[in-house]
């Protein structure tokens, strides 16, 4: 997939698309440097990670405001979103306690000429922020564990978009022992089998009693 096939395919503007270009051109020289992400998915990287990351897009609600984006890694899918978003007033924050993926986030925010973006390089656990309109994860944890995070910083009306492979069901099991939620699954356009989970109104399963 080439830029301009993922542009066709996801809709973006020009100057979205020039934001992501120069994103790309980024992570490549890094890439050479850093493991930022597997080297195997660089050639195919604008289907692998762009377009998979910009699928999330349409289903965050117009009213949005503010993302985050837990354990962005590379910035898939907050840097995305936040080229996405711009012009409706996304502000997006990146949590990422490896150094020097903090640091990469914030070199590439500054080659997108995004200032919609926050990087904040602690740990999950030991975020303070206001609950955002929505929390986004890929790749970083079981549903069980994302959900503990999410539950943490999420108010009343936060949606979570969490991108899950194909051992969902089990994660989704495993899940429910210990998680009430709203959960709606829709299929991943970019690779069969993968999964985008929406959901809302975390609530923990409280232990019973001994």
Avoid at 131 to 150: C, E, F, N, S
Avoid at 200 to 206: K, L, N, T
């Amino acid at each position: 997939m080439t830029p301009e096939d993922f542009a066709a395919a996801s809709s973006v503007s020009r100057e979205t698309l020039r934001r992501l270009k120069s994103y790309d051109a980024i992570l490549l020289d890094w890439s050479a440097r850093h493991n930022l992400v597997a080297r195997s998915t660089l050639p195919d990287r604008w289907r692998r990670h762009y377009l998979d990351s910009a699928q999330l897009f349409p289903l965050i609600p117009a009213r949005a405001r503010a993302l985050v984006d837990l354990g962005s890694g590379a910035g898939f899918p907050g840097l995305v979103l936040a080229a996405m978003g711009k012009e409706r007033g996304l502000a997006v924050t990146l949590v990422e306690s490896i150094g020097k993926k903090a640091a990469f986030l914030r070199a590439a925010a500054q080659a997108m000429d995004l200032d919609n973006i926050a990087v904040v390089p602690q740990r999950i656990e030991s975020l303070e922020i206001s609950p955002p309109d929505v929390i986004v994860a890929r790749a970083l944890a079981p549903l069980a564990k994302l959900l503990a995070y999410a539950h943490e910083i999420a108010g009343e009306k936060t949606l979570c978009l969490f991108l899950k492979g194909q051992d969902v069901e089990a994660e989704l099991t495993e899940a429910a022992k210990s998680w009430h939620t709203e959960t709606v699954k829709y299929p991943s356009a970019t690779s069969a089998g993968s999964t985008i989970l929406a959901v809302r109104h975390i609530v923990p399963i409280e232990a019973p009693r001994p």
